[in-house]
């Protein structure tokens, strides 16, 4: 058993001991271990040189981290909710998105976005917001969102790796729970692929999809369908850009019924 905490944790210290190009950078991950202990440890670890604590300036930290980006650096720039990534969506919509394609393919920017997204406890509106169709609908961004403790340690390993800026948005609620972890995503090799969803739960009399903290609802409410005689299919879609298509038509094909379920606005959700 492993938290989504330890996952994510986990996953970024084997990344920068296997890259040296590797850093993290935002708001309290250093000297306080992260706003939801995420990089704890990685300061002692690693040093303040490639852990480094920022002001409260989302915009400032976040356009740094581009450059470096841009210079050869693989930067994972943590929000300490994605609520505050609003002061630098221009960093990320902008410049990070754009520059590969403005630059005719000659400048990459090998970057992640991370940290909490969506509805918390006990927090105000402007706090509980889901970013989730905003950044997918960005050309140039890949948005990841991660379900359990394996989803976490393998897609953020993919996003660190990968040579295009990842959003990758987390669920604050799921960071405290332990999920069963595989002997192969224990590896220091194991990665999951971008752009493929994963079936939870085969089924045969209707779809739900569904990605992050929503996959466990969809999870229990199949259990619920079973008890009348209903087998409900749950795909987790985990990346959200690219979409694994494919996945969701094929199991439509099978069942002939789907229900999507996030907890976004209703509208452009």
């Not at 970013?131 to 390993?157: C, H, N, Q, T």
């Not at 669920?171 to 971008?194: H, R």
């Amino acid at each position: 058993m492993m938290t989504v905490r330890d996952a994510l944790n986990s996953a970024m210290s084997e990344e920068m001991e296997r890259d040296q190009k590797v850093f993290i950078i935002g708001e309290e991950v250093g000297d306080y271990q992260g706003a939801y202990k995420i990089t704890k440890g990685l300061i002692q670890k690693f040093g303040p040189e490639r852990v480094r604590d920022t002001p409260i300036t989302e915009a400032g930290f976040t356009g740094l981290a581009c450059g470096a980006a841009f210079m050869g650096l693989k930067p994972v720039v943590e929000f300490m909710t994605f609520n505050f990534s609003m002061q630098a969506i221009d960093h990320i919509v902008n410049t990070a998105a754009k520059t590969l394609y403005m630059s005719s393919g000659s400048i990459s920017c090998p970057i992640v976005f991370r940290g909490p997204n969506g509805a918390a406890s006990g927090v105000g509106a402007q706090h509980s917001q889901c970013f989730a169709a905003w950044y997918m609908s960005i050309p140039g961004l890949k948005v990841v969102a991660p379900y359990d403790a394996e989803d976490a340690r393998g897609l953020l390993k993919a996003a660190i790796r990968d040579p295009d800026p990842v959003v990758f948005l987390e669920n604050e609620l799921l960071y405290g729970e332990a999920f069963p972890m595989s002997p192969e995503s224990l590896s220091t090799d194991y990665v999951a692929p971008l752009g493929k969803a994963l079936v939870m739960r085969p089924g045969t009399d209707i779809t739900l999809v569904s990605f992050s903290k929503m996959v466990g609802f969809c999870k229990k409410a199949a259990e619920e369908l079973a008890k009348e005689g209903i087998e409900a299919e749950v795909i987790n879609l985990r990346s959200l850009r690219p979409l694994d298509r494919d996945a969701i038509a094929a199991s439509v094909r099978k069942t002939s019924r789907i229900v999507v379920v996030e907890d976004g606005w209703p509208q452009c959700g």
